[in-house]
T-cell receptor, first 115, second 115 residues
């Protein structure tokens, strides 16, 4: 069975600084997707960034980038130039290849941004 | 276009009572997923509909939980009778059926508290 581990329950970052959120996973599959989702307080969860396992290049979306280490089964999220609106709960998630398969989530990490 | 909508946003019920949660997916999305997050733990998969058919219900915790998706549109998740351990946030997500990758869109969740 696949598992996703987020060992840090909370992190804090100063506005405009950079923060890295850690995630490790375990799977026997060779083809899969990895995700970071963001859930602001009392709002719906939205997709921040996605990484396909077959791609060696790390995904980037504006201020968000990942460090995907397939052999180490590590998938960290880097947020650059942190903004107050980045404060949220962040979930790392895994999904095996196949368009309609379910997501496996980590416990999440609460990120606070200090002004 | 409306996103995934869940009703109610909060529900507080007594142990032994019945509660019905509703999810309205994005129009045209045949995939519908239910997930649950118990406080401090991972978001766990409950079940997956494709249209009105249950594709995977391996995550349903026990027979006190009943999910339906009549007509392949909205879905309901009924808990009867509710127990204390059913407290948590219930998320719904939907996506179109595709051969390759497709993003799942989440609702804001229903926070269920059983007292």
């Amino acid at each position: 069975a696949q598992t996703v581990t987020q060992s840090q329950p909370e992190m804090s970052v100063q506005e405009a600084e950079t923060v890295t959120l850690s995630c490790t996973y375990d799977t026997s599959e060779s083809d899969y997707y990895l995700f970071w989702y963001k859930q602001p307080p009392s709002r719906q969860m939205i997709l921040v960034i996605r990484q396909e396992a077959y791609k060696q290049q790390n995904a980037t979306e504006n201020r968000f980038s990942v460090n995907f280490q397939k052999a180490a089964k590590s998938f960290s999220l880097k947020i650059s130039d942190s903004q107050l609106g980045d404060a949220a709960m962040y979930f790392c998630a895994y999904r095996r290849a196949g368009a309609n398969s379910k997501l496996t989530f980590g416990k999440g990490i609460t990120l606070s941004v200090r002004p | 276009e409306a996103g995934v909508t869940q009703f109610p946003s909060h529900s507080v019920i007594e142990k032994g009572q019945t509660v019905t949660l509703r999810c309205d997916p994005i129009s045209g999305h045949d995939n519908l997923y239910w997930y649950r997050r118990v406080m401090g733990k991972e978001i766990k998969f409950l079940l997956h509909f494709v249209k009105e058919s249950k594709q995977d219900e391996s995550g349903m915790p026990n027979n006190r939980f009943l999910a339906e998706r009549t007509g392949g549109t909205y879905s309901t998740l009924k808990v009867q009778p509710a127990e204390l351990e059913d407290s948590g946030v219930y998320f719904c997500a939907s996506s179109p059926v595709r051969v390759f990758y497709t993003e799942a869109f989440f609702g804001q969740g229903t926070r269920l508290t059983v007292v």
